[in-house]
């Protein structure tokens, strides 16, 4: 009996399982999308960049870990010319419409006709028994054709996997020997670590790992990995060497990579560049005329904080009383409501205000913060205190370095990890004048008291 093979048989093309329907995402639209994503753009707002909905682009960034695949990164190479783009693919599907035969579409494109030929039957939609070609259809084939999975050296190397996942998530263990649990955390795709109770292991960075194979392993070459192949093994998913809860022994928790670009515009929504320290005048720089001050809080215990203020000619300390508001600790904290705690953006301006306004004007000429949110409300506070208010770049404490160092005198009075709130505002004042009735070097062993009294004669 002769047995009739579907047409779809003769394309040329190995009979594949149904891979389902075409991405949503083509490269065009994904290569947009992770150029988006590198210039710092949240994958949301990278996804309407690149042509495509919200929930696609939060799928494309987690599915990949954070990373971009090795073909859209910035160290890929050009598509080469000698591959049909998606441009030529829409040209042959509309002339083979037409009725041109392959020779004239070749002449047209440039190609040869045995290119155009091996097109229209490699690439072509079977679904249906025939060869319908389709332009998108046709390049969601040649992407996949173009794929070169290769099994990475974790899944190969059984060995190196248990080295790699032993100090990864290893149990801590007592100096006699027993192994200590730690908290019992539930692993969750989405928990950022350093909030939450973390998992205890030995918890290596992957760093530390591939540097030390070579020690332990100084004559077997094949027990050597990179740290970049691991965390690529821990983020992205498909790759099946390492499970992806093993992202929670990480000392930053993350599962996802945090693109460098997101982090450097990570900056406060109310911070503008006139107002940076860039900006600040040069007489508070070499501290020769008085009246320029650095704040910042200290915080403790129950999220309770202390305000502080150091006049940087002088070294005069005054302090901010932060009571918490009435409904603390009664209920949870809501998302976004109320900052009961005392130290909101409200509280601060109102203690900055009060505490400011007792000086002369000429002691009131700017103010040094960092970027904290409790300073959202400068504006307001430039209005009521007469005081120019300047923000330190981030992650940049030195530029506020006579603060910080009365920061740590502070902690003398008020140590880590106490109850802040337990003290009156009268006993606050009373540790300021302490301090600036104590003898400096940098004064000339003169106190903060005496050199402001100077200053105001």
Known sequence: MNVVRRRSARSGRAPLPSPGRPSVAGRDEQNRFWLAIAAGLSSEDAALEAGLSQPV????FRKAGGMPPAMFRSS??????RYLSLVEREEIALLK???HSRQEIGRRLGRAASTISRELRRNAATRGGGLEYRATTAQWHANRSARRPKPTKLALNATLRTYVEERLAGGVVAPSGALVPGPAVLWKGRRHGPRKDRRWAKAWSPEQIARRLPIDFPDDKTMRISHEAIYQALFVQGRGALRREL???LRTG???RMPRARVRRRGKGFVSPEIMISERPAEAADRAVPGHWEGDLILGLGSSAIGTLVERTTRFTMLLHL?????HGEAP?????PALAGHGAEAVRDAITRTVITLPEELR?????????EMAQHDRLKIDAGIQVYFCDPQSPWQRGTNENTNGLLRQYFPKGTDLSIHSADEISAVAAALNARPRKTLGWKTPAEALDELLL
């Open 365 to 373: 000429r700017s103010l040094t913060w960092d970027q904290g949110a």
């Open 247 to 249: 992202t929670a022994c």
């Open 57 to 60: 682009g939060s799928r494309l």
């Open 76 to 81: 890929a190479k050009v598509l080469s010319g």
């Open 97 to 99: 419409v037409q009725g």
């Open 333 to 337: 904290r809501a998302k976004n409501g």
């Open 323 to 327: 009571p918490r508001l009435a409904g």
């Open 254 to 256: 993350r599962v996802l």
